[in-house]
C-alpha cells in the first residue's frame, strides 16, 4: 500500500527544517526505511497466499485468511496507535510498532515447527499490530509538513519506498520461499505417507530463514529510533479552521467519512488483486508458481514507475483529476481481467498496478485536507479502512471457489469504481469550498 521526519505532529506549524537544520536528519532516514519495511511486509503476504495453499492444502478462501487476519489487525489497533501518538508522540508510537512486526516475524519459528497455521495467522496478526502503528505514525506526518497545498504530492513522494520494499518482499518470497515443486491432488495421493509429509514439512519450514532475518532486521531499527532524538510538540494548534481536536467531530467532515469508504475500497482492490496474482496466472496462462511469482514482480515494478510518474505529473494535473484519472485506468483493466482471461487478462491485471500507485495516499491525503487537530482521529479513520484488504480478500476467495479465479477479479472492478467517484465528489467539494 503503500509512506519525513518523525516528528510528533502537535509541533508542526511549520516544516521542521526550518528551525533545527538537520538535528532530525537521523529520524527521517528511519521513517522512509519504515515504508520500505512494511512494504516488504505486507507483499511477503501474497507469496504465503500462494505457500500456504500447497503446504496446508487450502480452498482460496482459506487462503484468504493471510490477509484477513492481517488487515483485522490494522483494524483494531488504529484508534489504539492513534492515542499513543497523542499522549507519548511519535516516537513511542515508532518504537512500539518495530517492536510488535519484530516480535511477529519471531514467531513464525515456533509456528514452523509446529506446523499449525493458526499459529502462523497469530504471528500475521502481531505483525500487523505493529505495521498499524507505523502507517498510522508516518502518513499524517507527511501531510502536515510544508504546504499543505503539496501535501497529497508530498505524501506520494515520502511513500516512494513502499513499492521498493514490496519488490524485494516479493523477490525474498519468490527465490527463497517458494520452492517450484508442485505436487497436484493425484500425484499427492501416490506419494508414500511419509514422502507426502516430508513434502509438507518442508514446504511449512520454508518460510522460517526470511522471517527471522526480518525480524533481527526490524528489531535493531527498533533499538536504532530508541537512540534517535525526535522532536517534541506540545498543543495541537496546527488548522485554525477546526476549534476543537474531540474525537466524535471527525464524523461530521464528509469529504473524510467519503475518504474512508473509498479507502476501504481501494485497499480491498490491491489486496484482493495481488493476492492472487499468483493464481490467476496459474489458472489463465498456465504458470508455475515461481512464473506468477514473476508476474506479481513486474506488477510491483510498474506501480513503483507510477508512483514516481503520478507524483511528477501531480506537479502539472491537480492530485483530485490524476485519481479520477487513474482509477477509471483500474476499472477498466480489472474489468478486463474478469472478462477475457486468459493471457491478455494477465497482461491487464498486471498493468492495472501502474494505476493503483498513487491511489492510495491521494485519497489519504485529500481525506485529511483541512482537518487541522482533527488530523490524528481522521488518518486514524483511514487507517482503519485498510480493514477493506480482509473484507474483499475473503470476497474474491469465495467467488473463486464458487466460479473462478477470473470472474473474482470483477471485485476490485467494483472497488475502483468507488474510487473514481469519491474523485469526482471530491473535486466537486473543492470546487464549492473556493
Known amino acids: 500500500m503503500a509512506l519525513s521526519p518523525m516528528i510528533n505532529s502537535d509541533s508542526i506549524a511549520r516544516p521542521v527544517k526550518d528551525t533545527d537544520g538537520n538535528r532530525y536528519v537521523a529520524a527521517l532516514i528511519i521513517t522512509v526505511c519504515l515504508f520500505f519495511l512494511w512494504g516488504m511486509a505486507n507483499n511477503l503476504n501474497d507469496i504465503l497466499i500462494a505457500q500456504f495453499r500447497k503446504a496446508f492444502a487450502l480452498s482460496d478462501f482459506g487462503t484468504s485468511f493471510v490477509q484477513q487476519v492481517f488487515y483485522f489487525g490494522y483494524f483494531l489497533v488504529a484508534i489504539p496507535a492513534a492515542a499513543v501518538m497523542r499522549r507519548y508522540g511519535y516516537k513511542a508510537a515508532i518504537v512500539l510498532g518495530l517492536t510488535l512486526y519484530g516480535c511477529g516475524a519471531l514467531l513464525f519459528y515456533p509456528a514452523a515447527m509446529v506446523g499449525v497455521y493458526q499459529l502462523f495467522l497469530l504471528a500475521l496478526f502481531v505483525i500487523a499490530c505493529g505495521l498499524a502503528f507505523l502507517e498510522t ?80 532486521v526490524v528489531l535493531l531499527f527498533a533499538v536504532a529510533a530508541a537512540l534517535v532524538q525526535f522532536p517534541r510538540g506540545n498543543a495541537e494548534n496546527d488548522g485554525p479552521d477546526v476549534p476543537s481536536g474531540r474525537f466524535t467531530d471527525v464524523f461530521r467532515r464528509p469529504r473524510l467519512m467519503f475518504a474512508v469508504v473509498a479507502q476501504f475500497f481501494y485497499v480491498g482492490a490491491q489486496v484482493g488483486l495481488w493476492s492472487y496474482t499468483i493464481r490467476y496466472a496459474q489458472e489463465n496462462a498456465g504458470m508455475g508458481e515461481r512464473g506468477g511469482a514473476d508476474a506479481l514482480f513486474v506488477s510491483l515494478i510498474l506501480f513503483a514507475a507510477g508512483r514516481f510518474l503520478g507524483t511528477a505529473l501531480m506537479s502539472r494535473l491537480a492530485p483530485v483529476m490524476l485519481l479520477a484519472i487513474f482509477s477509471a485506468f483500474s476499472v477498466a483493466l480489472a474489468a478486463i481481467a474478469g472478462t477475457v482471461g486468459g493471457t491478455i487478462g494477465l497482461y491487464a491485471l498486471v498493468v492495472s498496478s ?81
Open 354 to 434: 501502474l494505476f493503483m500507485s498513487i491511489q492510495f495516499p491521494t485519497i489519504f491525503a485529500l481525506g485529511v485536507e483541512g482537518l487541522g487537530p482533527l488530523r490524528k482521529a481522521g488518518s486514524s479513520l483511514i487507517v482503519m479502512a485498510i480493514i477493506g484488504g480482509a473484507a474483499l480478500t475473503a470476497l474474491m476467495g469465495w467467488v473463486s471457489d464458487r466460479a473462478s479465479i477470473t470472474h473474482a477479479m470483477l471485485v476490485p472492478a467494483a472497488c475502483f469504481a468507488a474510487v473514481f467517484f469519491f474523485a469526482l465528489y471530491a473535486r466537486g467539494s473543492s470546487v464549492r469550498a473556493h
Open 137 to 216: 505514525s508516518a502518513n499524517p506526518l507527511m501531510t502536515e509538513l510544508g504546504d499543505p497545498r503539496s501535501a497529497a504530492r508530498r505524501l506520494n513522494w515520502a511513500q516512494a519506498a513502499n513499492p521498493l520494499g514490496a519488490i524485494t518482499g516479493i523477490l525474498v518470497g519468490r527465490n527463497f520461499i517458494l520452492s517450484g515443486i508442485e505436487h497436484d491432488e493425484r500425484s499427492l495421493a501416490t506419494m508414500a505417507p511419509a514422502a507426502r509429509d516430508a513434502f509438507y514439512r518442508a514446504e511449512v519450514q520454508a518460510v522460517v530463514l526470511p522471517y527471522v532475518a526480518i525480524a533481527v
